[in-house]
Structure formats: C-alpha cells, structure tokens
C-alpha cells in the first residue's frame, strides 16, 4: 500500500505541510528522501562556508560555527544511505526539487554578499526543511521507521536552535532600508525558485552529489 505521507514531496512544496500517519516508507523511499535531506544539508554547509569571516558584528564567525552542524548532518544522512544498503551516497543525493538545485546554485554565486545568503538560508530553505523534519517525525510509524526517527530527533534539536540565531545574524544586518529590499527581494525570488506549496506533483532532480 502506497504510504500516504511522502517526506520527500512535502519537502519539494508538492503535498499539504501536515503531518498524515501512514504504513511505513520502503527501503527505496526511505533512501530517496536521506539522499534530498543530505542534497539540502550539503547546500546549507557550503553557502554558510562562504560567508566571510570578516562580515560584520560576529555574523560570519556564526555562519562558519551552523555550517559545520550542517556538515555533520549531511554525514548523518550519508550513514542512513549506507544503512539502507547505498554503497555511494553521492548516488541518491539529488534535490528534491529542480527549484531547490536552483536556489543552491543562486547562492553560491560569489558575488552573493552575507545578508543575501543569510536571507536564503534562514528565511527560505531552513524553514522547508525544519518543517519537513518535524512532520517526517511526527508521521514515523512502525519498526522500519525507527532508525529513521531516531535520526530527525537529532537534527530537529539542532535546527531549531540554528533557525532563531540564523534570522537574528539577518536582523543583525539589516540595518536600513536598503538592506529590508534587498532581504525582500531576495526571500521573493527564491521562493518563486521553490514555487508555492501544492499537491499531486512529484519532484524531480539532476544529477547526485558526492
């Protein structure tokens, strides 16, 4: 039986963001969704890397201490991967969405400065994640789930930590109000990347990374 909440579509924005109790996930889905957590985790570290050290008021020096956290994750669902029988994690890690490949990609440009990625990070892509974590948990049933649950308990800790200090780094810059537009702008273009949240639609994705 098909199971009637998929972590995987939720994170995309192609399901309603409820948690929906169902028959556990097989090996294959549940190895789907680890290789989009760690696709995003992976994203989350390198842009968070690529803040400055230097930027103002301690903000890079925070960037640089979250992006190792999301570092670690990525590991973690890397471990997941190789549980389920995945011998190159690399393999499965795709984004869950050609809309989250996008958003990365926007990010990584180097003529991005700290508050556009910070805004992306914090306001865009952490919040879609936190929530998928949190209803992916909540909707874990069964035995096969266990390992799985275990697994989001841990990083739902972290993130929930890390998303109120990642928006005050953004409060912290913006300072006037050229810099409430350029966060404006910013959230708006990355969430038309993403799109609006919808059902009945899968996601699909380029290469893996590895």
Not at 50 to 72: C, D, E, L
Not at 98 to 103: I, K, L, Q, R, S
Request: with cysteine.
């Amino acid at each position: 039986m098909r199971p009637s909440f998929d972590p995987l579509s939720l994170l995309a924005g192609h399901g309603p963001p409820r948690p929906v109790r169902g028959p556990s996930l097989d090996g294959e889905s549940l190895a789907r969704t680890a290789g989009a957590y760690r696709f995003v985790e992976l994203g989350l570290f390198e842009v968070l890397s690529s803040v400055p050290a230097t930027a103002p008021k301690g903000v890079g020096i925070a960037a640089a201490t979250a992006s190792s956290h999301h570092g670690w994750h990525s590991q973690l669902w890397a471990e997941r991967l190789a549980s389920l029988g995945v011998a190159d994690a690399g393999s499965l890690t795709l984004p869950p969405s050609e809309g989250f490949a996008e958003v990365f990609s926007w990010l990584g440009s180097e003529s991005r400065g700290a508050l556009e990625k910070l805004v992306g990070v914090y306001r865009v892509v952490l919040p879609r994640l936190f929530i998928s974590y949190q209803l992916h948990s909540e909707a874990a049933v069964g035995v096969a789930d266990a390992p799985f649950a275990r697994a989001l308990r841990l990083v739902l800790a972290e993130e929930s930590r890390w998303i109120w200090q990642g928006e005050a780094s953004v409060l912290t810059l913006i300072e006037d109000a050229s810099a409430v537009e350029v966060a404006c702008s910013v959230q708006r273009e990355l969430e038309n990347m993403l799109g609006p949240w919808r059902s009945g639609q899968k996601p699909s994705g380029p290469a893996g990374r590895s």
